[in-house]
């Protein structure tokens, strides 16, 4: 009977910090602006870029290794796990990822195991905290890889445009960007030009890289040289304008960012605080908190609490987030 209270309470604070985690992530600004851009995209994909994008797809699945292929069919959407880590930049494999969340579930469910927790708290706790650290790390790295990209990506346009002023043609000068610019720009320019040396269009190796990234700033990239293929004008100039707003862009995000800091602390503590002090004090003296997880009192006034600091956590992130 005392196996039911517990599982009850380790749901509750599951569910708990899953509302957190949803809450602090903020709007998908990737997503708005892929719903946004999505009619203009349609018209640029033909059948024969599709077809093309289907066998680089079978070419990718076929370098997968057996541990790539076991864990895949253990991990939720393997697809969408194999894109996060291209995005980080690094040379990381879906069974890498799968045998560190193994490793970590084990290591910390053994560990709260010793130190006296219930065993199947213990196991719920190791697992979710083994697949937290992985999809967190892997999210710092795409985040500060994206960074860096936007940062540089206005003075690579920049770049660009100086090129199609003194009369190269756009392929040559996407050559030039990846020649030039280090970093995650220069990565990924290089990477479109070695993909036209090959053969493929320009439009599908650009559209290919944007899918790969999801910023909203190389979209509008991309769609403004479409555009320009379709309707003609002066590209050097379209690409200046954007280079600007690009820029304006991104020091309204530092502007909200700073203003929002305080806020933002703030949330992160009061969210924090309860957990860190429940988990001291489980380390000082195990039993004194035992009876969380026996006396039904206790575990109607802990899961109270906990919801009410998850909604009053969630309103208060969403009050900080703001969508640009």
């Keep these: 009977m005392q196996m039911l209270p517990m599982m009850v309470m380790a749901?509750?604070?599951l569910a708990v910090i899953g509302m957190l985690f949803f809450a602090f992530s903020g709007p998908n600004a990737a997503r708005a602006g892929?719903?946004?851009l999505a009619a203009v995209r349609g018209r640029h994909n033909t059948s024969a870029v599709a077809a093309a994008e289907a066998q680089m797809r079978r070419i990718t699945a076929n370098r997968d290794t057996r541990m790539d292929q076991a864990f895949g069919r253990l991990l939720p959407n393997p697809a969408l796990l194999a894109k996060r880590l291209t995005m980080t930049g690094r040379s990381w494999t879906v069974s890498q990822y799968g045998m560190a969340t193994a490793g970590i579930a084990v290591a910390v469910a053994l560990l709260l195991w010793l130190r006296g927790l219930p065993l199947l708290l213990a196991l719920l706790a190791g697992l979710a905290i083994g697949g937290a650290i992985p999809h967190y790390a892997v999210g710092m790295q795409i985040k500060r890889r994206i960074n860096r990209f936007t940062a540089k990506f206005p003075d690579a346009i920049e770049l660009l445009v100086r090129g199609l002023r003194s009369g190269l043609p756009i392929s040559e000068t996407i050559a030039v960007v990846g020649a030039e610019v280090d970093g995650?720009?220069?990565d990924e320019f290089r990477s479109v030009s070695d993909k036209m040396k090959i053969g493929r269009s320009m439009d599908a190796a650009l559209q290919e890289t944007a899918d790969r990234l999801g910023t909203p700033e190389f979209q509008f990239f991309v769609i403004s040289i479409a555009i320009q293929r379709e309707t003609g004008g002066n590209l050097a100039e379209?690409?200046?304008?954007l280079a600007t707003v690009l820029r304006q862009r991104g020091q309204m995000k530092l502007?909200?960012?700073a203003?929002?800091?305080?806020?933002k602390a703030s949330a992160y503590i009061v969210g924090s605080l309860p957990f860190i002090v429940f988990?001291?004090?489980w380390m000082i003296n195990a039993p004194y908190m035992a009876g969380f997880f026996a006396d039904p009192r206790l575990m109607v006034a802990g899961i109270g609490g906990l919801i009410w600091m998850g909604i009053g956590a969630f309103i208060m992130a969403k009050m900080v987030n703001f969508e640009i």
């Design 238 to 241: 379209t690409l200046a304008n």
């Design 184 to 186: 995650p720009v220069g």
């Design 259 to 263: 203003m929002s800091s305080e806020s």
């Design 255 to 257: 502007k909200i960012k």
């Design 34 to 36: 892929n719903r946004r």
């Design 11 to 13: 749901m509750g604070s």
């Design 279 to 281: 988990g001291m004090i």
